[in-house]
T-cell receptor
Framework: AQKVTQAQTEISVVEKEDVTLDCVYE???????LFWYKQPPSGELVFLIR??????QNEISGRYSWNFQKSTSSFNFTITASQVVDSAVYFC??????????FGTGTSLTVIP | DVKVTQSSRYLVKRTGEKVFLECVQD?????MFWYRQDPGLGLRLIYF?????MKEKGDIPEGYSVSREKKERFSLILESASTNQTSMYLC????WGTGANNEQFFGPGTRLTVL
């Protein structure tokens, strides 16, 4: 069975602090895809990144970075120098390459000015 | 840009009413999905469709049905709304098939309250 765990329900940080959102996944498949989505207060989930299981290279995009470690089944997301606009709910998701996604329960991030 | 639109942002209905939630996508995607989002439970899949007139049950289909008569439109139907169906409903679409192209694109959501 597939499962995604986001153990952090809510996180608060002060602006300019770094913050890491944890994501742990479970699957027996060797081919899979991991995703992060951001859901701002407006409600629409916005795609941030996709990673396939064969590519463990970490990725950086501006203030965002992702650390994928197959050895610990984790796909963590770090925001550097957080800003108020980063306040949102963040979802990690797993896909086996078919049509169905398995979402975590989300982490609500509040950045305090 | 991919765009997924939902007919209403907020909806208030009474117990027992029949409710239609409409979703339209403009990117010719084969797949469309309906999720409900509840605090602490994340997103749970209700139904998805991979082609016109085709549908598959998700994790929580009870109390819901769907309709896909045209490729761009996917409707969620609550035959007899109940208070436990008060939730945020999210529609999404994606390209069909395996591989890396199955990123899902989401609409803005419909917050349904059943009184």
């Amino acid at each position: 069975a597939q499962k995604v765990t986001q153990a952090q329900t809510e996180i608060s940080v002060v602006e300019k602090e770094d913050v890491t959102l944890d994501c742990v996944y479970e699957t027996r498949d060797t081919t899979y895809y991991l995703f992060w989505y951001k859901q701002p207060p407006s409600g629409e989930l916005v795609f941030l990144i996709r990673r396939n299981s064969f590519d463990e290279q970490n990725e950086i995009s501006g203030r965002y970075s992702w650390n994928f470690q197959k050895s610990t089944s984790s796909f963590n997301f770090t925001i550097t120098a957080s800003q108020v606009v980063d306040s949102a709910v963040y979802f990690c998701a797993l896909s086996l390459g078919g049509n169905q996604f398995y979402f975590g329960t989300g982490t609500s991030l509040t950045v305090i000015p | 840009d991919v765009k997924v639109t939902q007919s209403s942002r907020y909806l208030v209905k009474r117990t027992g009413e029949k409710v239609f939630l409409e979703c339209v996508q403009d990117m010719d995607h084969e797949n469309m999905f309906w999720y409900r989002q509840d605090p602490g439970l994340g997103l749970r899949l209700i139904y998805f469709s991979y082609d016109v007139k085709m549908k598959e049950k998700g994790d929580i289909p009870e109390g819901y049905s769907v309709s896909r008569e045209k490729k761009e439109r996917f409707s969620l139907i609550l035959e007899s709304a109940s208070t436990n169906q008060t939730s945020m409903y999210l529609c999404a679409s994606s390209l069909w098939g395996t591989g890396a192209n199955n990123e899902q694109f989401f609409g803005p959501g419909t917050r349904l309250t059943v009184l």
